[in-house]
């Protein structure tokens, strides 16, 4: 595969070995930037948290904007859960949750 592309959107020459052209995305001959302007990368960046309320885990599929909202995301989740402090900022970083599998809090009528 050849390294270097010509951009299909602005005709520049694309390095495909760029270590931004990587983190950026979008398709091979589009160049960095492009891909920022036009939106082109479609990627989603998944991650899934557990937390441990009820009887089984909830589970959250959260969407981020870019790899380091998720990672920062999954780093603040996963230092606060299971009993310790809620001191954790996860709603400071932009995100949206995708699906929210909620855990069974049913304590079948013993409260
Ligand atoms: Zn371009």
């Known amino acids: 595969m050849p390294r270097f592309r010509e ?7 694309v ?3 760029c270590q931004t052209k990587i983190e950026v995305g979008g398709y091979i001959n589009e160049c ?8 082109t990368e479609k990627a989603v960046r998944y991650r899934g ?12 599929i ?5 790899k380091e909202d998720a990672d920062a995301y999954v780093a603040s989740f996963n230092s606060c859960g299971f009993g310790r402090r809620k ?3 996860c709603n400071q970083i932009r995100h949206r ?3 929210f599998n909620g855990g069974n809090e049913n304590h079948k009528g013993k409260l």
């Not at 948290?49 to 959250?60: E, F, R």
């Open 15 to 17: 390095d495909t070995y």
């Open 62 to 66: 959260v969407a981020f904007d870019s």
């Open 7 to 13: 951009c299909k959107h602005c005709g520049s020459e």
């Open 49 to 60: 948290v557990v937390d441990g309320s009820g009887k089984m885990a909830a589970l959250s």
């Open 32 to 39: 960095v930037d492009c891909v920022i302007e036009l939106g």
């Open 97 to 99: 949750h995708i699906g």
């Open 87 to 89: 001191t954790n900022n």
